[in-house]
């Protein structure tokens, strides 16, 4: 699976967006992009995923550049309930087998109110 | 409330004592996973089981014993643990046919 380069932690004003980078250069075609966050202590939480066109849901967009080789996770309007880890994995998206997540540091995001 | 829970959420138990976690999901799902969090390190995944076989074993120490005797149901058992085994143990599950993970909320384990 290609690793993934993310900063280890950023700040955003409460009810301003949150832009949180990731770096997946060595991506290949069949690879996914996905994020899940860490609240404090509590299991990792499913946000979005990808795989070439940006994405959106209720809790976040996901912008994947052109050449795949990074993308950007936007929290629209940040909360305080929205700090927490965030990780950026990189995983083909097989339907079957173990579909194992590989989880690195990840970025600590705060809202600061 | 992602719809796995996790029991019990907090346990000490001494380097002798022989425990065990529980997880249940009622999602349908048909894949288990158990992880262990450290502190201040990534996750780190232990087993892996779907529709009930264990798929990975990710060299975990075999003080650890995990099982699942169905779908809805996985357990960790627990025995003459090492300080060092203190953690946030996870657990997830996922459909078949999906690559999202459902986890719990994890049982924060100590071990004096």
Known sequence: ?113 | ETGVTQTPRHLVMGMTNKKSLKCEQHLGHNAMYWYKQSAKKPLELMFVYNFKEQTENNSVPSRFSPECPNSSHLFLHLHTLQPEDSALYLCASRSSGSTVQFFGPGTRLTVL
């Open chain 1, 1 to 113: 699976d290609a690793k993934t380069t993310q900063p280890p932690s950023m700040d955003c004003a409460e009810g301003r967006a949150a832009n949180l980078p990731c770096n997946h250069s060595t991506i290949s075609g069949n690879e996914y992009v996905y994020w899940y966050r860490q609240i404090h202590s509590q299991g990792p939480q499913y946000i979005i995923h990808g795989l070439k066109n940006n994405e959106t849901n209720e809790m976040a967009s996901l912008i994947i550049t052109e050449d795949r080789k990074s993308s950007t996770l936007i929290l629209p309007h940040a909360t305080l309930r929205d700090t927490a880890v965030y990780y950026c994995i990189v995983r083909v998206a097989t339907g079957d087998g173990a579909n194992n997540l590989f989880f690195g540091t990840g970025t600590r995001l705060t809202v600061i109110p």
